[in-house]
């Protein structure tokens, strides 16, 4: 054996041996001197796994699909809430939203709100390990630069004294190791970059071509649509490109944990805000460096089709990083010699914006089954910001006036919503055909109902108490003011045959 392979062997096996003492309370991590790997999150918004790696027509993801190549790809990931202060509130705590107060969309920016005692933020834990962190902005040291930045979102519905992060500057990275850092992106996000995204790419996608969901109409509009979120997933896989590349350059890939992943599920029509999987389904993709032992049944290039929840990602980092999470967290690690193999993955909505709502969800390998607190409610009660930014509800509105809707996409426009919902993910992956009545599926909703009432009392789920009216109507106000008048232009313009219903 040549010396410098033993030497790289002997420094893996101490590291392992090292992060074991560590991780087992047994190494004050402060004194240890092995090395550590930094850790990298990329985050987009408003994405699910609609990549070439994951066998999704249409759309071109070489930079993704690369990395998924490298590293493993996780096939059922779910973020625990499908909108993004809500999610991002759970994964960045490794807490269920619900059991910290964080499930209403942007709630408790002015109130003084503070996390639960002994509820941290991931690079609070990470700093005390003497990780340098970063939420990154500048991604290439030129300030003009508009493409090839991080967006340094966070939008968590708690009040944060201090910094949360030590940087926003990709500069800093290498100087400063171990590091954990994430980039957030914006292009799968309804906006300007979304809007703008088929400019950055070599090929849009072929509106022509894309395959739809069936409960979406077969119109052109629709298809417009969907191929501009496919021009979106592919100016994000250019960007990833970047990064990735920009790892290689300044000699951090092979020290460095690579992590895609999406803060919840697709910006369009019964994704967003809806937590079914086209909510909560996000792409997974970790890629270990070489410079470190991989976990123990580690097989890059390949696929892993357990259920992982998002708060799962925020305590194996944890791990990752040598740390041992606490024991009041609810992510669980997923990699490592204590890696956790869930039965189950949990997840809700609560308001969003101006709507006020609750649903709670439980998925199992082949089943979902969703519980409606407000069945009275239609499935598509107001919410001016989707009215606005989601062209196919507007569509599907006059398609239903002239009777040309088929019965899964007109159900989206029932004035009401069944109380129970089951899917069998395995024959209606677009969870269509609801089975809560079935009889021949009576046992399955009756494990998949008591595990859904066991987790939120043992999760202490504050969805049970209603907000402050006043909370409400100053979200409803905001609302208005920014939307009414914009919506009733656009439905002008457009000649909608079914105007927006506004109050």
Same mark, same amino acid.
Request: glycine share 6%; charged share 25%; net charge negative.
């Given at each position: 054996?040549?010396?410098?392979?033993?030497?790289? #062997?002997?420094?893996?096996?101490?590291?392992?041996?090292?992060?074991?003492?560590?991780?087992?309370?047994?190494?004050?991590?402060?004194?240890?001197?092995? /090395?550590?790997?930094?850790?990298?999150?990329?985050? !987009?918004?408003?994405?699910?796994?609609?990549?070439?790696?994951?066998?999704?027509?249409?759309?071109?993801?070489?930079?993704?699909?690369?990395?998924? !190549?490298?590293?493993?790809?996780?096939?059922?990931?779910?973020?625990?809430?499908?909108?993004?202060?809500?999610?991002?509130?759970?994964?960045?705590?490794?807490?269920?939203?619900?059991?910290?107060?964080?499930?209403?969309?942007?709630?408790?920016?002015?109130? @003084?709100?503070?996390?639960?005692?002994?509820?941290?933020?991931?690079?609070?834990?990470?700093?005390?390990?003497?990780?340098? $962190?970063?939420?990154?902005?500048?991604?290439?040291?030129?300030?003009?630069?508009?493409?090839? &930045?991080?967006?340094?979102?966070?939008?968590?519905?708690?009040?944060?004294?201090?910094?949360?992060?030590?940087?926003?500057?990709?500069?800093?990275?290498?100087?400063? #190791?171990?590091?954990?850092?994430?980039?957030?992106?914006?292009?799968?996000?309804?906006?300007?970059?979304?809007?703008?995204?088929?400019?950055?790419?070599?090929?849009?996608?072929?509106?022509?071509?894309?395959?739809?969901? +069936?409960?979406? +109409?077969?119109?052109?509009?629709?298809?417009?649509?969907?191929?501009?979120?496919?021009?979106?997933?592919?100016?994000?896989?250019?960007?990833? @490109?970047?990064?990735?590349?920009?790892?290689?350059?300044?000699?951090?890939?092979? &020290?460095?944990?690579?992590?895609?992943?999406?803060?919840?599920?697709?910006?369009?029509?019964?994704?967003?805000?809806?937590?079914?999987?086209?909510?909560?389904?996000?792409?997974?993709?970790?890629?270990?460096?070489?410079?470190?032992?991989? /976990?123990?049944?580690?097989?890059?290039?390949?696929?892993?089709?357990?259920?992982?929840?998002?708060?799962?990602?925020?305590?194996? $980092?944890?791990?990752?990083?040598?740390?041992?999470?606490?024991?009041?967290?609810?992510?669980?690690?997923?990699?490592?010699?204590?890696?956790?193999?869930? #039965?189950?993955?949990?997840?809700?909505?609560?308001?969003?914006?101006? $709507?006020?709502?609750?649903?709670?969800?439980?998925?199992?390998?082949?089943?979902?089954?969703?519980?409606?607190?407000?069945?009275? &409610?239609?499935?598509?009660?107001?919410?001016?910001?989707?009215?606005?930014?989601?062209?196919?509800?507007?569509?599907? &509105?006059?398609?239903?006036?002239?009777?040309?809707?088929?019965?899964? #996409?007109?159900?989206?426009?029932?004035?009401?919503?069944?109380?129970?919902?089951?899917?069998?993910?395995?024959?209606?992956?677009?969870?269509?055909?609801?089975?809560? !009545?079935?009889?021949?599926?009576?046992?399955?909703?009756?494990?998949?109902?008591?595990?859904?009432?066991?987790?939120?009392?043992?999760?202490?789920?504050?969805?049970?108490?209603?907000?402050?009216?006043?909370?409400?109507?100053?979200?409803?106000?905001?609302?208005?003011?920014?939307?009414?008048?914009?919506?009733?232009?656009?439905?002008?313009?457009?000649?909608?045959?079914? /105007?927006?219903?506004? /109050?």
């Amino acid at each position: 054996m040549s010396k410098p392979t033993l030497i790289s #062997q002997l420094r893996k096996s101490a590291g392992w041996c090292l992060a074991g003492l560590m991780a087992a309370g047994l190494l004050n991590l402060a004194a240890a001197e092995a /090395p550590r790997p930094n850790i990298l999150w990329l985050i !987009a918004e408003d994405m699910g796994p609609e990549l070439a790696c994951y066998g999704h027509p249409g759309v071109r993801t070489p930079n993704l699909d690369r990395l998924a !190549a490298q590293g493993v790809r996780f096939t059922r990931a779910f973020t625990v809430a499908p909108v993004c202060s809500a999610s991002r509130s759970a994964f960045m705590t490794g807490m269920y939203q619900t059991s910290i107060g964080a499930h209403n969309h942007r709630s408790h920016r002015d109130d @003084g709100f503070a996390l639960p005692p002994g509820v941290r933020v991931l690079t609070d834990w990470l700093r005390d390990a003497g990780y340098f $962190t970063a939420n990154l902005v500048n991604l290439t040291g030129d300030p003009d630069e508009r493409f090839f &930045r991080g967006t340094g979102k966070t939008d968590w519905n708690f009040a944060y004294e201090g910094r949360p992060f030590d940087s926003a500057v990709w500069s800093d990275l290498p100087g400063h #190791q171990p590091f954990y850092a994430q980039i957030n992106f914006s292009e799968t996000h309804r906006g300007a970059e979304w809007n703008s995204a088929h400019q950055h790419i070599e090929q849009p996608a072929d509106p022509d071509e894309v395959v739809l969901p +069936p409960y979406y +109409p077969d119109h052109p509009e629709a298809r417009a649509d969907w191929a501009q979120y496919l021009n979106a997933v592919m100016a994000l896989d250019r960007k990833i @490109g970047y990064v990735l590349d920009q790892l290689e350059a300044d000699g951090l890939a092979d &020290r460095t944990i690579v992590v895609f992943m999406a803060d919840h599920g697709r910006a369009m029509i019964r994704g967003k805000q809806w937590p079914y999987d086209s909510g909560l389904h996000i792409p997974l993709i970790i890629r270990w460096p070489a410079a470190f032992p991989t /976990p123990p049944g580690w097989r890059a290039g390949e696929v892993d089709e357990r259920l992982v929840a998002s708060i799962d990602l925020t305590a194996t $980092t944890l791990r990752m990083a040598g740390v041992k999470p606490p024991l009041t967290m609810q992510g669980r690690p997923f990699l490592g010699e204590d890696a956790v193999t869930r #039965q189950f993955v949990f997840g809700g909505r609560d308001r969003g914006d101006e $709507t006020v709502d609750r649903i709670r969800t439980v998925r199992s390998l082949r089943y979902r089954y969703l519980r409606n607190y407000h069945p009275d &409610r239609p499935f598509l009660q107001l919410n001016r910001y989707k009215e606005f930014s989601y062209p196919v509800i507007s569509l599907m &509105r006059d398609l239903a006036a002239e009777g040309r809707l088929d019965e899964a #996409q007109a159900r989206l426009l029932a004035p009401t919503r069944p109380p129970e919902e089951l899917y069998d993910l395995e024959s209606d992956p677009y969870e269509i055909h609801n089975l809560a !009545a079935s009889p021949a599926h009576e046992d399955v909703l009756r494990q998949l109902r008591a595990a859904l009432d066991t987790w939120i009392v043992e999760s202490n789920d504050q969805g049970r108490f209603p907000e402050p009216p006043e909370v409400i109507a100053a979200f409803e106000q905001q609302m208005r003011q920014a939307y009414d008048a914009r919506i009733r232009q656009r439905d002008l313009r457009l000649h909608r045959k079914v /105007p927006t219903p506004l /109050p």
